[in-house]
């Protein structure tokens, strides 16, 4: 079955660059959209990216637009989250999630899209501080 491991999380100054990568095992996640969540402590969590399965589409939550670029290489069974210009705000525990479909939702709000989703990964921690 499929499975999800991300890693790359680290702590980083506010301006700073993070790739994040979401790798699968068990199975191939070429055939899903691949959705990004953070959740910071005390706060809900929110749906940052998605990427449908042959990559034609992506979608990006509005603070991160113009800073995070979301990608996936099939071959390797990997998502790839590219970070620029982090913010104290970013910090946060990522996740990937692989979805029931192949397209990504309209929507990034998290309630909205949790459904779709039926593997997670264990999350990787990202802390933007000086």
């Known amino acids: 079955q499929l499975r999800l491991v991300e890693s790359g999380g680290d702590l980083v100054q506010p301006g700073g660059s993070l790739t994040l990568s979401c790798v699968a095992s068990?199975?191939?996640?070429?055939?899903?959209?691949i959705g990004w969540f953070r959740q910071a402590p005390g706060v809900e969590r929110e749906g940052v990216s998605c990427i449908s399965s042959s990559s034609n589409y992506t979608n990006y939550e509005d603070s991160v637009k113009g800073r995070f670029t979301v990608s996936r290489d099939n071959a390797k069974d990997t998502v790839y989250l590219q970070m620029n210009s982090l913010k104290p705000e970013d910090t946060a525990v990522y996740y990937c999630?692989?979805?029931?479909?192949?397209?990504?939702?309209?929507?990034?709000?998290?309630?909205?899209?949790?459904?779709?989703?039926?593997?997670w990964g264990q999350g990787t921690q990202v802390t933007v501080s000086s």
């Open positions: 999630a692989a979805s029931r479909f192949s397209i990504c939702n309209y929507y990034m709000d998290y309630a909205v899209v949790a459904p779709e989703y039926h593997v």
């Open positions: 068990g199975a191939t996640l070429a055939n899903y959209a």
